[in-house]
């Protein structure tokens, strides 16, 4: 999915930027949907069978007094490293194949890499294993023209409002003999147009309620912390300060990142069902074209044939095309 950037300490110097830093995303918790749990149950005899096979493959590995390296008898290497490691290994073993064999028999189709979870498991007893997994959810975007045209009509009226009150700000720092930045036609037009599709895309977010899984969430917002922290360090701001400027603790920072997270996986998700809903498809000549255009930029030009980042040009042109459906 593509990923988008977070606010950092560095501050952007673009006109756009400069007239607006506008955010309209309103989430509840309970738009955090539950995650998909597959149980994996691996009979006793099989356990068994796995543990004893790890516990002869340590015991090549351990080294102990009286014993040649790869020597150790099975019994006092598990003796040595405990049977929790060996159950362990023995679970590494296992599970992969339980785990897809599972997915393909419940028909799960999931979007995340699984996290799983132990709750059943020793020596003569069967295996009991969670795994965890995020799907994408289903959204029922039939009513998606008339939502827009109410999100349409109110952003209009926002985006008027704004530019009325920043051309008055403008016109009396001028007055002021203040120095002010010289905004074109366009820059307005431009601003006035982002104000009404965020608007748009808040009321399609608010009305539709799509549910995102926990574990999509949550890995999403792992990235983009990951993200803050890579361009925070870039700029030789760590973490801590950067709590401090923002006045937030890290608990804070995490819940805001979260929301982040949440509200633009929420408009992913609501974005794919309009194109669904308008029969909108982005082809590979499409993708090839947009490579096209940025052919004297060698960096992007070595990433043409690579499948992620053609996935991701092609989410950014569907964004694109579902924003002017959007705005008509």
């Known amino acids: 999915m593509a990923k988008d950037s977070q606010k950092t300490a560095p501050k952007t110097t673009s006109k756009s930027a400069a007239i607006h830093d506008h955010a309209g995303h309103i989430h509840e918790d309970s738009l955090i949907a539950p995650n998909t749990i597959l149980t994996i149950i691996i009979p006793q005899e ?3 069978a796995a543990y004893k096979k790890a ?27 405990g049977p929790e490691s060996i ?9 992969p194949e339980r785990y897809t064999a599972e997915v393909k028999k419940q ?9 799983f979870s132990v709750k059943e498991i020793g020596i003569d007893k069967d295996w ?6 995020a799907e994408k959810p289903v959204v029922d975007a039939k009513n998606y023209v008339s939502v827009a045209k109410s999100g349409k009509k109110k952003g209009e009226v926002e985006a008027k409002k704004q530019v009325e009150d920043i051309k008055k700000k403008q016109a ?3 007055k002021e003999g203040k120095q002010v930045t010289d905004f074109k036609d366009e820059d307005y037009e431009a601003y006035q147009k982002d104000i009404v599709l965020q608007h748009i895309y808040q009321e399609l977010v608010v009305q539709i309620k799509p549910k995102v899984a926990e574990l999509l969430v949550k890995e ?17 701001v760590s973490i801590e300060d950067y709590l401090k400027q923002q006045g937030v603790t890290f608990d804070q920072l995490s819940q805001q990142l979260t929301t982040t997270a949440l509200g633009k996986l929420q408009l992913l998700f609501v974005t794919d069902a309009i194109a669904t809903e308008a029969n909108i498809e982005i082809t590979e000549k499409d993708i090839d074209e947009s490579f096209d255009k940025v052919q004297n930029d060698p960096t992007l030009q070595q990433y043409r044939n690579h ?4 996935g991701l040009i092609k989410q950014t042109i569907l964004k694109e095309k579902v924003a002017k459906l959007l705005l008509k």
């Open 87 to 95: 159950m362990q290994q023995a679970l590494e073993m296992l599970v």
């Open 220 to 236: 999403e917002t792992k990235h983009d912390l990951q993200q803050l922290a890579q361009q925070l360090k870039n700029h030789n």
């Open 55 to 81: 516990r002869n493959k340590m015991s090549g590995k351990v080294k102990s007094d009286g014993f040649r390296k790869g020597k150790t008898p099975p019994r006092l290497a598990e003796s040595m490293v």
């Open 307 to 310: 499948s992620y980042y053609r």
């Open 128 to 133: 009991v294993i969670e795994a965890h997994v």
């Open 46 to 48: 099989e356990a068994n």
């Open 107 to 115: 028909n799960v189709k999931p979007v995340t890499q699984p996290e």
């Open 172 to 174: 009396e720092a001028k």
